[in-house]
């Protein structure tokens, strides 16, 4: 990670050793590991060793993450609390933790806690000043136009997703499924943008972000790893690029002033506003501003007095008249944006 230079990664997704406790539920009664890294790197001798580990690649992930970069860091409860307080500790700011719900997880073999059926991921910015990149409307589109929530119901890898060694035994025993890393790139991302993971093992983030059309840095340590994720590679087709294209969603879009409208005659002076039960109106004035009563402002502000409210989004609040049916100004804007998409761009040739 110190050969990469500063602020050279747009989003980073990190599936860290999770410090597992040696005797727990992970265990079979034969006290071998049923979902777990049996490995001594991943055991460290005390939390005072895990965390100092923790607080170094997590310094290096801030130091590499653009300023407007995001962070994705996934964990059991073994480790999660304290990925978490590196995070903040570190300047990262959360912007939400997420429950990956296993639609299908190993079963808990002694009988003796509930059986483990989920992990977290904690979704963070670089600083919280950060203008991080959130697909909003993609992350809707993907989910049947419903706002998508924070608990995701992903099956973890079964079939031939799962890699297997020449025993037919597990490559690598958390092998996470593309469908998680597919929506957590679709999520923070766009085409052209630099992903990193620091613990890559079979080359799950690498698969999806060449697949979604990301470049990709990984770091991996096992050479069985390094192998089976060269291998995968090599099986990927990147998506064609009309497939890359994603819903926009509104803080993408070009930010048009209302007098824009008023002086290209889409919304006259002198037109009258409601709202959608028509029980409030204004008159446009000619500099864009709204006359109702004795209140004048812009659509936002008159608004929000005539609601006796804090804050008032005009676009959505103030409808026009067309045809006997009122329509929000938003959608006016939106035909105003697609119209000047459509225009040709000047060209300049030598």
């Not at 990469?4 to 860290?16: E, K, N, V």
């Not at 979604?212 to 069985?224: K, T, W």
């Not at 002076?269 to 039960?277: A, I, Q, V």
């Amino acid at each position: 990670m110190r050969m990469l230079p500063s602020g050279s990664i747009h989003c980073i997704f990190a599936d860290p050793p999770y410090n597992l406790q040696l005797r727990g539920e992970l265990r079979r009664p034969d006290d071998s590991v049923v979902d777990g890294v049996d490995e001594e790197w991943d055991r460290f001798p005390d939390y005072a060793a895990y965390d100092a580990f923790t607080r170094e690649w997590l310094s290096e992930c801030r130091r590499l993450l653009h300023k407007d970069g995001t962070i994705w860091v996934i964990g059991a409860y073994h480790n999660v609390f304290r990925l978490g307080c590196a995070l903040q500790d570190l300047g990262f700011w959360i912007l939400n933790d997420v429950i990956w719900r296993k639609a299908n997880p190993m079963p808990n073999f002694r009988g003796r806690r509930f059986t483990n059926a989920h992990e977290t991921l904690i979704w963070a910015a670089r600083g919280r000043d950060s203008r991080y990149r959130f697909n909003y409307q993609a992350m809707k589109a993907l989910n049947d136009d419903v706002q998508m929530r924070s608990d995701w119901f992903i099956p973890i890898c079964t079939g031939s997703e799962r890699l297997l060694n020449a025993n037919g035994l597990k490559l690598h025993p958390t092998q996470k499924p593309e469908a998680l890393l597919y929506r957590v790139l679709l999520a923070g991302t766009a085409p052209g943008d630099i992903v990193l993971d620091p613990f890559l093992g079979t080359g799950t983030t690498a698969v999806v972000a060449r697949r979604l059309g990301r470049h990709f840095v990984g770091i991996e340590r096992h050479p069985a790893y390094v192998e089976a994720a060269l291998a995968r590679l090599k099986q990927v087709r990147p998506m064609p690029e009309a497939g890359l294209a994603i819903t926009p969603s509104r803080r993408d879009a070009p930010r048009i002033p209302f007098g824009s409208l008023v002086e290209a005659g889409v919304v006259p002076p002198g037109s009258k506003l409601f709202d959608r039960t028509r029980r409030a109106n204004a008159t446009v004035a000619a500099d864009g501003s709204l006359i109702a009563g004795n209140l004048r402002g812009s659509i936002h502000q008159v608004g929000a007095r005539i609601q006796n409210a804090p804050s008032c989004n005009g676009w959505m609040f103030w409808h026009i008249e067309r045809g006997g049916t009122l329509v929000p100004l938003d959608v006016l804007r939106e035909e105003v944006i697609r119209a000047q998409a459509l225009k040709p761009s000047s060209v300049v040739r030598s």
